[in-house]
Nanobody, 120 residues
Framework: QLQVVESGGGLVQPGGSLRLSCEVSGFSVDEVIIGWFRQAPGKEREAVSCLSPGDGQIFYETFVKGRFTISRDDAKNIVSLQMNSLKPEDTAVYYC????WGEGQWIDYWGQGTQVTVSS
């Protein structure tokens, strides 16, 4: 059974940095698509960044380009999201999603989320 657990959230001032980690168990991180999503109060969940297995193609939403970096540590089976130059509008619960193809369909696995608050 695949499981994902996020960590690394917290309170940071505008312009600061945080590093989120998504620990995957049950599958290797290089076998699944890993995506970071976020949901702010009163808003829908939105994609932030994702990393494909194999060739490691990376996608970033426009609003985080140049500020966030997604990376994979195969040895630790972790995908990290380095967030720099944080803004108050980045405040949200951040979720890690792992997606794999199985039984003829895409299967999604979600973590419990980690709170990121950007405030002075």
């Amino acid at each position: 059974q695949l499981q994902v657990v996020e960590s690394g959230g917290g309170l940071v001032q505008p312009g600061g940095s945080l590093r989120l980690s998504c620990e995957v168990s049950g599958f290797s991180v290089d076998e699944v698509i890993i995506g970071w999503f976020r949901q702010a109060p009163g808003k829908e969940r939105e994609a932030v960044s994702c990393l494909s297995p194999g060739d490691g193609q990376i996608f970033y939403e426009t609003f985080v380009k140049g500020r966030f970096t997604i990376s994979r540590d195969d040895a630790k089976n972790i995908v990290s999201l380095q967030m720099n130059s944080l803004k108050p509008e980045d405040t949200a619960v951040y979720y890690c999603n792992a997606a794999r193809w199985g039984e003829g369909q895409w299967i999604d696995y979600w973590g419990q989320g980690t709170q990121v608050t950007v405030s002075s």
